[in-house]
Nanobody, 117 residues
Framework: QVQLVESGGGLVQAGGSLRLSCAAS????????MGWYRQAPGKQRELVAT???????IEADSVKGRFTISRDNAKNTVYLQMNSLKPEDTAVYYC???????????WGHGTQVTVSS
C-alpha cells in the first residue's frame, strides 16, 4: 500500500505561481509512475501531468509551457510547479501513483488551488 499526502495548494492571483508537493510512503517510490490530476467544480477529474519511473513525462495541452512535473526519488516526493496560473486552473489537485505505468492505483486526498482574476 502506498499513501500519498499533498501540500502546497492555496489562493493565488492570476499570473502567479504555486508549487505542489506529494510525499509518498513506502520503499517502492522509484518504481512508481507518479502524476497529478485535477477536478474543478461540476467537471470530471482530468489529467494534468505524469512522470514515469524513468522520467518520461505526459502533460495536458492546457498546461504545457506553464506547469512542470518533477520527482525526487531520494525524498519520495513528486512536485508540480505551476506558473502563469489562470482562473480556469482552479480545482482540487490530486496526486496519484501507478505501479504499472501512468494508470493510477493510489490517490491522495487532494489539495485546493484557487486562482483569482
Amino acid at each position: 500500500q502506498v499513501q500519498l499526502v499533498e501540500s502546497g495548494g492555496g489562493l493565488v492571483q492570476a499570473g502567479g505561481s504555486l508549487r505542489l508537493s506529494c510525499a509518498a510512503s513506502g520503499s517502492i517510490f522509484r518504481s512508481l509512475s507518479m502524476g497529478w490530476y485535477r477536478q474543478a467544480p461540476g467537471k470530471q477529474r482530468e489529467l494534468v501531468a505524469t512522470i514515469g519511473s524513468g522520467g518520461s513525462i505526459i502533460e495536458a495541452d492546457s498546461v504545457k509551457g506553464r506547469f512542470t512535473i518533477s520527482r525526487d526519488n531520494a525524498k519520495n516526493t513528486v512536485y508540480l510547479q505551476m506558473n502563469s496560473l489562470k482562473p480556469e486552473d482552479t480545482a482540487v489537485y490530486y496526486c496519484n501513483a501507478g505501479r504499472y505505468g501512468p494508470y493510477p492505483d493510489y490517490w491522495g486526498h487532494g489539495t485546493q488551488v484557487t486562482v483569482s482574476s
